[in-house]
């Protein structure tokens, strides 16, 4: 039995959640599930350690971030393959994953040291109010408190690390509440930190549902700032509570992101990255190319090419070294891209499908041909390897194609016209635009995040996260 972590404590509850593994469809692990009276006592916790944890000297605070990072690294092929057996991400993306967290931590630890430089103001350039000439004013940055993070299941390495490092690194305490899909690799994290030396009550890492757990973490006034990565429809609901309580909010939420390829792209470059944008992961990322709009002049050719690749794409075990695509999360999840598929082929949609396998939770990669804004796959996001391809004649119609939605998180062009790329980078609803490259393109110490129903509160980022979740302080000093 996986236990909780409260306040540094092992715990084993009597509710529990069997945590599947998605590649063989049978139970992997049980694991101990909190409840309102255990998130609120970790909350209480987290509060308590604030005062001491938020003053110890950040050469203190990150060096444990350091320490943590090392012990990731020893312990990498562990975590990866925890990462995979319970969230069905190929073991070669899951060593990624592992990678890129190690890194965060290293990067919160050392970017700190500026973010939280501060830094002092010549008002003495102002003429109002009197006096300034005797003045010396300073800006200070000071932690916000207990940190609520509700991490998703399609990252439960990274995500942790995003939501977890940076705000340690502040001074902010922080409970996390990772998904009952895959909650393991939280649990080791949580257990690595606190190895690493870090104070008993700073962290909790608690697994349980949004009623119990995450409502308490919505719900206490003691929780300041609530950093969360998931659903739009649940993103907005955790928003329109947090807010009542005056917490500092930083929601990631959905996605439908176009890939936008233009009859003068360097076709090979915009179907290889394309076909890896849509399906790294089964299609389960929030950034992933989930629509792909192509001119008219290519549109035969490359959804020709496009499809003989996905065919080709190697479906399977996620432990085999050589898998490029596996399960997705759950069964319901199969069923619910079955539903989208019949939908897009009742509105005109051509279907052609790749390999599957049997034993798990496998949807075949399918491409959907000659889509359109009828379809549930052109107007929601669909977490899962369906791909539509959607024809377009000019700039102005691959423009209102990608803002057709309401969603706005990535974008990508491939085209050789560089002026015309800007135009509509400037056009395009999204957070980021990217030319030539895809819209998986993410930089972890850079600000990352969506408009429309992509994103509510602060982007999320090292510098960005530190900045988000601490208060900025003037301290005025009178010379005279």
């Not at 000439?133 to 408190?145: A, N, Q, T, Y």
């Not at 697994?207 to 308490?216: C, I």
């Not at 490029?324 to 989208?340: C, F, H, T, Y």
């Amino acid at each position: 039995m996986i236990p909780i972590i409260l306040g540094g404590e092992k715990i084993v509850t009597q509710t529990k959640v069997t945590v599947m593994d998605p590649g063989k469809g049978k139970p992997l692990e049980e694991v101990s599930v909190a409840g309102r009276e255990e998130t609120r006592h970790a909350i209480e916790l987290a509060d308590q350690a604030f005062d001491h944890f938020s003053r110890l000297a950040l050469k203190d605070r990150t060096r444990i971030l350091e320490r943590a990072a090392d012990i990731m690294e020893r312990r990498s092929e562990e975590l990866a393959r925890t990462l995979t057996a319970e969230s069905g991400k190929p073991i070669r993306d899951a060593r990624v994953e592992v990678t890129r967290a190690i890194h965060l931590f290293r990067s919160a630890a050392q970017e700190a040291r500026l973010v939280l430089e501060g830094t002092t103001f010549r008002v003495d350039g102002y003429e109002y109010p009197p006096g300034n000439e005797k003045r010396m004013v300073m800006s200070i940055r000071e932690p916000l408190g207990v940190v609520g993070a509700i991490l998703p299941f399609n990252f439960p390495a990274n995500s942790f690390a995003h939501k977890v490092a940076p705000n340690l690194a502040v001074g902010n305490t922080v409970v996390v509440k990772p998904s009952t899909s895959t909650p393991i690799t939280g649990v080791l994290l949580g257990e690595i930190l606190y190895d690493a030396g870090l104070p008993r009550g700073a962290l909790s890492v608690l697994p349980g549902g949004g009623d119990t757990v995450g409502a308490e973490i919505v719900e206490n006034r003691k929780v300041k700032g609530i950093t969360f990565t998931g659903s739009t429809p649940v993103g907005t609901s955790i928003a329109s509570k947090a807010v009542t309580t005056g917490k500092r909010l930083m929601m990631e939420m959905g996605g439908s992101d176009p890939i936008i390829v233009f009859n003068d792209a360097d076709l090979e470059r915009a179907l290889s990255i394309s076909v890896r944008a849509r399906f790294e992961y089964a299609g389960q990322n929030c950034n992933a190319g989930k629509r792909i709009l192509v001119q008219e002049g290519i549109y035969e050719k490359f959804v020709r090419e496009y499809v003989n690749r996905v065919k080709s794409l190697r479906v399977g075990d996620p432990m085999d070294e050589s898998t490029e695509v596996g399960p997705v999360i759950s069964a319901n999840v199969v069923k619910e891209l079955e539903d989208a598929v019949v939908d897009s082929q009742r509105k005109g949609g051509l279907l052609h499908r790749g390999s599957s396998v049997t034993g798990g939770y496998y949807f075949a990669p399918t491409v959907v041909e000659n889509a359109n804004l009828e379809m549930v796959v052109m107007r929601r996001e669909i977490f899962g390897p369906v791909a539509p391809i959607a024809k377009f004649s000019d700039w102005k119609e691959a423009v209102e194609l990608a803002n057709s939605t309401e969603y706005g998180l990535q974008a990508s062009i491939f085209t050789s016209d560089l002026k015309m790329a800007l135009k509509m980078s400037r056009e395009i609803r999204a957070g980021a635009v990217i030319i030539n490259d895809s819209t998986r393109l993410r930089w972890d110490s850079l600000p990352f995040g969506g408009v429309g129903l992509s994103g509510i509160g602060s982007r999320e980022g090292v510098r960005s996260t530190m900045l988000a979740m601490s208060e900025e302080k003037l301290i005025s000093v009178d010379l005279s």
